[in-house]
Every structure is written in structure tokens, then in C-alpha cells.
Nanobody
């Protein structure tokens, strides 16, 4: 069992930056690939970024490449999402999720989810 708690959301102007954190309980964090997803009002939840259990492999949705960076610290049981040059349309609730095995871009193949953290982007 893994419990995930996101933090770091808030209000930021377009073009600004935020760093989200996701802290995990338990001693098996390093076994899980981790992903970040987001859901804007009235839209489906979408994949943002993922990182392998070791941290050696990362993947991103095309729209955030070059602006967002996912990383993890297995000693601290934490995964991060550094978001730079945020756009208005990226306002959403951001969720982290943990996966033992599967397609990291597919939300249905994740085993555990956090409650989400709100990111608001103003003009």
C-alpha cells in the first residue's frame, strides 16, 4: 500500500514557475514508476510526465517538453514536477500516481493516486 500526498500548487502568473512535490508513504517507493497527470475543469484527466522507478527514464507529453521536468529522490520518497513558463491553459488539478508495471502514459494502469493539488494560472 502506498499513500501519496501532493503539495506545491498555487496561483502563478502565466510565464511563471511552480514546483510540485509528491510524498509517498511506505518503504517500497523505489519500486514504483511515478507519473503526473492533470485535469482541468470539464476535461478528461491527461498524462503530463512519468519517471521510472530508478529515475533513469523520463517521458513527457509533447506540450510540456522543454518546460517541465520530472525528477525523484528515492531517499526522500518524493517525486517532483518542476513547471516553467506555465500557460493559462495548464491550470488544473495535478495528480501524482504510482505504478508497479504498465504503460506510464495510461492513467488506468496506475495503482495508487494522490488527492491532487490545484494549479491556477493567471494572465
Amino acid at each position: 500500500q502506498v499513500q501519496l500526498v501532493e503539495s506545491g500548487g498555487g496561483l502563478v502568473q502565466a510565464g511563471g514557475s511552480l514546483r510540485l512535490s509528491c510524498s509517498a508513504s511506505g518503504r517500497t517507493f523505489s519500486r514504483y514508476a511515478m507519473g503526473w497527470f492533470r485535469q482541468a475543469p470539464g476535461k478528461e484527466r491527461e498524462f503530463v510526465a512519468a519517471i521510472s522507478a530508478s529515475g533513469g527514464t523520463t517521458s513527457y507529453t509533447d506540450s510540456v517538453k522543454g518546460r517541465f521536468t520530472i525528477s525523484r529522490d528515492n531517499a526522500k520518497n518524493t517525486v517532483y514536477l518542476q513547471m516553467n513558463n506555465l500557460k493559462l491553459e495548464e491550470a488544473a488539478v495535478y495528480y501524482c500516481a504510482a505504478q508497479i508495471y504498465g504503460n506510464r502514459r495510461n492513467e488506468y494502469e496506475y495503482d495508487y493516486w494522490g488527492q491532487g493539488t490545484q494549479v491556477t494560472v493567471s494572465s
